[in-house]
C-alpha cells in the first residue's frame, strides 16, 4: 500500500522558519511530481508548492519567495522549507502526488502535521 509520513510541523512565531518533511514508502517515488497543500479551518485545501521528478519548482502567490520545495529521490524523501511564516500559513499541511492539472493524484491523504504561527 502506498503511504506518504509528514512531520515537522510545530508552533512558530511569526517571522520564523520550520522544514517539514514527507517520507513516502513508494519504490518508483521519484518518477512523480510531488507537493505540498494545505488546509486551514473553514478553508478549501490548497496547492502551495510543487516540484517535478526534475527539480523543476512552482509555488502558489502566497507563498512565492518565502517558501522552497525541494526532494531526494534517492531517499524517497520530499521537503518544504517555510520562511518569513505569518499567521495565515497556519495549517495543517499534507504531501501529495500532483497531477498535470494541480489536482492530487493520490484519492489518500496522510495524518499531515499541524504548522500554528502566532503573532
Known amino acids: 500500500q502506498e503511504q506518504r509520513v509528514e512531520s515537522g510541523g510545530g508552533l512558530v512565531q511569526a517571522g520564523g522558519s520550520l522544514r517539514l518533511s514527507c517520507a513516502a514508502s513508494r519504490f518508483s517515488f521519484g518518477i512523480y511530481t510531488m507537493g505540498w497543500y494545505r488546509q486551514a479551518p473553514g478553508k478549501q485545501r490548497e496547492l502551495v508548492a510543487s516540484i517535478t521528478s526534475g527539480g523543476s519548482a512552482n509555488y502558489a502567490d502566497s507563498v512565492k519567495g518565502r517558501f522552497t520545495i525541494s526532494r531526494d529521490n534517492a531517499k524517497n524523501m520530499g521537503y518544504l522549507q517555510m520562511n518569513s511564516l505569518k499567521p495565515e500559513d497556519s495549517a495543517v499541511y499534507y504531501c501529495?502526488?500532483?497531477?498535470?492539472?494541480?489536482?492530487?493524484?493520490?484519492?489518500?491523504w496522510g495524518q499531515g502535521t499541524r504548522v500554528t504561527v502566532s503573532s
Open positions: 501529495n502526488v500532483v497531477t498535470e492539472i494541480g489536482a492530487p493524484g493520490l484519492s489518500s
